[in-house]
């Protein structure tokens, strides 16, 4: 049998650990199940914890220390923006009278638009000075590039 390597084994490894549960699995039997000798068990058992995607915990077996290893949840990454409607009803287009015209290449144009320039400097100003939240635009609505 062709003994896996690199992710392949990370992989089978990680499903053998997920497997086992809140009881984990000792190393020893880990590496046994893999076909994997001391060596390249711990340097895989060593990558997978380095990665967060295992915990292990030396515990005593028949007189001799080990570990068992436990699958952990990979951290998730919540990112929470606060949008105020504030901000949202500011935004100069929403009131724009050339909102449906408005486009790339049009007459009137978002990449040239002062109205939408001018808010998107203020917005940026707010921001750099940690009010992003509170910032009001006192852009008059529907005012827009008429010439
Ligand atoms: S003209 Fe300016 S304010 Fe009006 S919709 Fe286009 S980009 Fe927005």
Redesign the pocket.
């Known amino acids: 049998m062709v003994k896996p390597s690199g992710e392949e084994l990370e992989r089978l490894a990680l499903e053998m650990i997920r497997s086992s549960g809140d009881d984990g699995i000792l190393q020893s039997d880990l590496w046994r199940r893999l076909g994997l000798d001391s060596r390249e068990g711990s340097r895989l058992v060593l990558r997978l914890a380095k990665k967060g995607l295992i915990k292990r915990e030396q515990v005593v077996v028949n007189g001799r220390r080990t570990y068992k290893i436990r699958y952990t949840t990979p951290p998730t990454l919540e990112l929470r923006v606060l949008v105020s409607l504030d901000d949202v009803i500011s ?3 929403f009131t ?4 449906g015209q ?1 486009g790339p290449g049009n007459f ?3 990449r040239t ?4 320039e001018r808010w998107l400097q203020r917005r940026l100003q707010a921001l750099s000075a940690g009010d992003g939240r509170r910032l009001r635009d006192s852009v008059p609505a529907g005012a ?2 008429h010439s």
């Open positions: 935004i100069p287009c724009c009278p050339y909102l408005c009137n144009d978002p638009c002062p109205l939408l827009a590039r």
